[in-house]
């Protein structure tokens, strides 16, 4: 770890000192139909080096690399031309072309942040993407970028994943597709395993972290990730790719592309399968997925539909190891057998499993089932050379359930009166039974744009969605069979929940180097529930949230290819359907408010970048898990009225060579809740008893976290790769005691590609990835609950071990 530090450190050095350079490089930008400036475009030269030009078109780029050739310039809604700098001492002027083929990138922009707007974010392309696809899920394909902690059930990247970042899990991160809200609405959770293999058809990602835009959907209260599957390709294309790995993991992917028809209509397909047996006992995956998007380019308009569905059958692997299991401490595993009271088949089943991959379950169905298919109609439409029309339509539909079998289970629970059978009465059984959803999410996103390319760039928009979620459950068999007939629900609930917002936001330049953002949001929240719950307790939740959301932001752009930025934005966030339901009788959650501070500096030169970002995460009325229960066992959140997150973030880039490359990042933070109280629940008297800890790290916020990526090429077509993750201790739990903590992990994945482009093939590669190199025995996730009899204190520990060295193999063929 202290290397890594050191490494970086060295970076930063080397990017505050001058190097040695020869070209100085001066031009400007147009618009080539009406000969007007384009403020703002961007001026690329070489892997770090880049500039925006000014309110009149101008750019300039000083102590160029003498092998500097050519320069890179783009601008949203014209082509991007490459332009030799020798050209430019002909001419200075580099006029751009207008296109509708952009109108993917005018559409998401809306969502999308950049330098100008004074926050911290990353952007991950497709070829980064690309090169690491061979099965696992999108969260662990990000996981080297900075702040990111990623998790999996089953161990090895396949199935149901998760990532956090700045120490907020999926239910804080703002996720969109296109634009369009994609995090659950009742939950808020991202629940990737119901996209298998969706990285084959992105095209973009940006990761803004804090609030962020957070222009649709829920607040972010940790980061925001936009995803962008939308991508233009003039020519006909076809690709597959297959790989095979270790735990029997398969994936089989086919892509096709018309290309553009007739000068005005493009066709992409996927259809893609994923398997794997997992690291865990039986944590199983067979997840299918396709992809279809057609497009249509005209003179003013553009409209693009996308349909695209994912179907999952994962085996149940969300219990974890006991710690007693997972240290082998025979002893503390049959303390474990005797209070919970297993039976003898789970009871050999603890005794007998290999420590690390240990499954609770057995049942060969144990299974979650899932499919989830959306519907996306995008337009954009050009009303002049200033304004922009964008307006967006979803439908999303989802159904499924996971099934369990229950061991001697009461039929009073399930609304079942007893079975008779002569002078016998039966009250309990085994069963089998399923929880289901159903949902309908529907709605719309729409903005207007203005850019007049001179100093103002202004979006007023918004959006409205309906989420319709239904939950109910069945007994689908039961060793004693009672009254109910084929169909019966025992509890069924149904929730509703509306989400409205408006927004208006805007950049102004100042001066030359000095640029404003200001962004206002309006968001209204209704949301019911009715019914029972799984629980069979009565549901009424009527509630209603109104929230502003201001942010303001300024950079300041510096000599040399340096700015500098700050910003100051509010989140509010509202409670979800758990805090809701499972909500004390007089404790009903309120919203949570976040002031997010953040401020940086950003350099590019011409073999290193770096980006130096600070934040303050300011928290007021934070939900967290406290240890307090409800009256059937249920955990809670409750509010708490101060905490914070505050850091230090730095990436960096360096081309050492032309063929060696580094890319690394580190953060640094404190993540505290200023005066914490822990409910314990004393099964004897069936009260919580507070325990106050005073200030405390807050749950699942390791103090450090590290990323490298090492890329070399020792001959055409190859490349070599050393990936590092570091990610520091974290608390299970909020009261920073130390039996309740996983243990910071050290892990190097090493990945080699080799790429031929044949002439009867446009491309063949070869990519080999060994994961987790050395080794490592490590555990990213965990969960923790206590309680009292009496005088006595349990505290029960579960842990999700990954795995071990392990490979995958795979062929991509482009045609």
Same mark, same amino acid.
Request: one cysteine or more; aromatic letters at 10%.
């Given at each position: 770890?202290?290397?890594?530090?050191?490494?970086?450190?060295?970076?930063?050095?080397?990017?505050?000192?001058?190097?040695?350079?020869?070209?100085?490089?001066?031009?400007?930008?147009?618009?080539?139909?009406?000969?007007?400036?384009?403020? /703002?475009?961007?001026?690329?030269?070489?892997?770090?080096?880049?500039?925006?030009?000014?309110?009149?078109?101008?750019?300039?780029?000083? &102590?160029?690399?003498?092998?500097?050739?050519?320069?890179?310039?783009?601008?949203?809604?014209?082509?991007?031309?490459?332009?030799?700098?020798?050209?430019?001492?002909?001419?200075?002027?580099?006029?751009?072309?207008?296109?509708?083929?952009?109108?993917?990138?005018?559409?998401?922009?809306?969502?999308?942040?950049?330098?100008?707007?004074?926050?911290?974010?990353?952007?991950?392309?497709?070829?980064?993407?690309?090169?690491?696809?061979?099965?696992?899920?999108?969260?662990?394909?990000?996981?080297?970028?900075?702040?990111?902690?990623?998790?999996?059930?089953?161990?090895?990247?396949?199935?149901?994943?998760?990532?956090?970042?700045?120490?907020?899990?999926?239910?804080?991160?703002?996720?969109?597709?296109?634009?369009?809200?994609?995090?659950?609405?009742?939950?808020? /959770?991202?629940?990737?395993?119901?996209?298998?293999?969706?990285?084959?058809?992105?095209?973009?990602i940006q990761i803004q972290r804090g609030v962020g835009s957070s222009t649709n959907g829920a607040g972010a209260f940790g980061a925001t990730v936009n995803i962008n599957t939308n991508?233009?390709?003039?020519?006909?294309?076809?690709?597959?790719?297959?790989?095979?790995?270790?735990?029997?993991?398969?994936?089989?992917?086919?892509?096709?592309?018309? /290309?553009?028809?007739?000068?005005?209509?493009?066709?992409?397909?996927?259809?893609?399968?994923?398997?794997?047996?997992?690291?865990?006992?039986?944590?199983?995956?067979?997840?299918?997925?396709?992809?279809?998007?057609?497009?249509?380019?005209?003179?003013?308009?553009?409209?693009?539909?996308?349909?695209?569905?994912?179907?999952?059958?994962?085996?149940?692997?969300? &219990?974890?190891?006991?710690?007693?299991?997972?240290? &082998?401490?025979?002893?503390?595993?049959?303390?474990?057998?005797?209070?919970?009271?297993?039976?003898?088949?789970?009871?050999?089943?603890?005794?007998?499993?290999?420590?690390?991959?240990?499954?609770?379950?057995?049942?060969?169905?144990?299974?979650?089932?899932?499919?989830?298919?959306?519907?996306q109609l995008l337009t954009s439409h050009t009303l002049s050379n200033q304004l922009?029309?964008?307006?967006?339509?979803?439908?999303?539909?989802?159904?499924?359930?996971?099934?369990?079998?229950?061991?001697?289970?009461?039929?009073?629970?399930?609304?079942?009166?007893?079975?008779?059978?002569?002078?016998?009465?039966?009250?309990r059984t085994d069963l089998i039974r399923q929880r289901w959803l159903d949902n309908h999410y529907y709605g719309t996103t729409f903005s207007l744009d203005y850019n007049n390319f001179k100093k103002l760039n202004l979006s007023i928009g918004g959006g409205w969605n309906q989420f319709d979620n239904d939950h109910y459950g069945k007994v689908i068999w039961a060793r004693f069979a009672s009254t109910s007939e084929s169909g019966y629900r025992y509890y069924s609930g149904r929730g509703l929940k509306t989400d409205f917002n408006l927004y208006a936001k805007a950049y102004y330049q100042l001066s030359t180097a000095f640029n404003v953002y200001g962004d206002l949001q309006f968001r209204s929240v209704d949301y019911t529930v009715?019914?029972?719950?799984?629980?069979?307790?009565?549901?009424?939740?009527?509630?209603?949230?109104?929230?502003?959301?201001?942010?303001?932001?300024?950079?300041?752009?510096?000599?040399?290819?340096?700015?500098v930025y700050a910003s100051f934005s509010v989140g509010n966030r509202e409670p979800n359907r758990n805090d809701f339901v499972d909500a004390r009788p007089g404790a009903v959650p309120t919203h949570e408010t976040l002031y997010d501070w953040e401020a940086g500096y950003r350099v590019r030169l011409n073999r290193v970048s770096l980006n130096a970002n600070a934040y303050l995460m300011d928290y007021r009325?934070?939900?967290?898990?406290?240890?307090?229960?409800?009256?059937?066992?249920?955990?809670?959140?409750?509010?708490?009225?101060?905490?914070?997150?505050?850091?230090?973030?730095?990436?960096?880039?360096?081309?050492?060579?032309?063929?060696?490359?580094?890319?690394?990042?580190?953060?640094?933070?404190?993540?505290?809740?200023?005066?914490?109280?822990?409910?314990v629940l004393n099964y004897e008297t069936y009260e919580h008893e507070a325990v106050h800890h005073g200030k405390t790290d807050i749950s699942f916020s390791p103090n450090v976290v590290t990323g490298s990526q090492l890329r070399y090429k020792p001959a055409s077509g190859w490349e070599l790769a050393l990936l590092s993750k570091y990610v520091g201790s974290q608390y299970l739990d909020n009261t920073s005691s130390a039996d309740r903590r996983l243990d910071g992990y050290f892990t190097n994945d090493l990945r080699l590609s080799w790429k031929v482009t044949p002439k009867w093939v446009k491309s063949i590669e070869v990519i080999g990835l060994i994961n987790n190199l050395l080794n490592t025995k490590y555990v990213s996730n965990g969960y923790t609950y206590g309680y009292r009899s009496g005088a006595v204190h349990t505290q029960e520990v579960f842990y999700f071990p990954q795995a071990g060295t392990n490979f995958l193999l795979g062929v991509n063929l482009s045609f």
């Open positions: 770890m202290r290397k890594v530090a050191a490494c970086l450190m060295f970076v930063c050095l080397i990017a505050g000192k001058p190097l040695l350079a020869q070209k100085n490089v001066s031009g400007n930008v147009s618009d080539a139909e009406t000969r007007q400036p384009l403020p /703002g475009a961007t001026v690329k030269a070489g892997p770090s080096r880049g500039t925006t030009t000014d309110e009149r078109g101008r750019f300039h780029l000083n &102590n160029l690399l003498p092998d500097t050739e050519t320069l890179e310039i783009s601008f949203l809604g014209f082509l991007p031309a490459t332009v030799r700098i020798s050209d430019l001492e002909k001419s200075p002027e580099i006029l751009l072309k207008r296109t509708t083929f952009t109108a993917d990138e005018v559409i998401v922009s809306a969502t999308r942040v950049s330098d100008k707007t004074g926050m911290a974010y990353t952007n991950v392309t497709a070829e980064a993407i690309r090169g690491q696809n061979l099965g696992q899920d999108l969260p662990v394909l990000l996981n080297f970028t900075p702040s990111m902690v990623t998790t999996t059930d089953a161990g090895a990247g396949v199935g149901y994943t998760g990532m956090r970042i700045r120490g907020s899990d999926a239910t804080r991160i703002n996720m969109t597709i296109n634009g369009i809200p994609y995090n659950d609405p009742e939950s808020q /959770g991202a629940f990737f395993v119901n996209m298998p293999d969706f990285a084959s058809s992105v095209s973009s991508e233009f390709r003039r020519e006909a294309y076809a690709e597959l790719a297959n790989s095979y790995g270790s735990f029997n993991t398969w994936k089989n992917t086919v892509k096709v592309g018309s /290309g553009l028809l007739n000068d005005k209509f493009t066709v992409d397909a996927r259809l893609s399968r994923v398997k794997s047996d997992g690291f865990i006992d039986r944590a199983s995956s067979d997840l299918k997925s396709f992809y279809l998007s057609g497009a249509y380019y005209g003179r003013k308009s553009y409209i693009r539909a996308n349909v695209f569905s994912g179907k999952e059958r994962t085996y149940q692997a969300w &219990n974890g190891v006991p710690e007693a299991k997972y240290r &082998n401490n025979r002893e503390g595993i049959l303390a474990f057998i005797g209070r919970n009271e297993l039976n003898e088949r789970d009871a050999q089943n603890l005794l007998n499993a290999n420590p690390r991959t240990y499954n609770l379950y057995w049942y060969d169905n144990e299974t979650d089932n899932y499919q989830q298919d959306q519907y922009t029309l964008n307006v967006n339509a979803f439908y999303v539909r989802g159904a499924g359930y996971y099934e369990q079998y229950k061991d001697n289970a009461k039929l009073s629970s399930y609304l079942l009166p007893p079975v008779v059978t002569g002078s016998d009465t039966i009250k009715n019914g029972t719950d799984n629980e069979l307790l009565e549901l009424n939740v009527d509630t209603r949230s109104r929230f502003w959301n201001p942010k303001v932001g300024i950079n300041y752009d510096l000599a040399n290819g340096a700015s009325n934070q939900l967290v898990l406290t240890g307090a229960v409800n009256d059937v066992g249920s955990s809670v959140r409750m509010n708490v009225p101060k905490s914070y997150r505050a850091g230090i973030e730095l990436e960096a880039g360096w081309a050492i060579t032309s063929d060696l490359n580094w890319n690394a990042n580190v953060t640094w933070s404190q993540n505290k809740i200023n005066n914490f109280t822990e409910y």
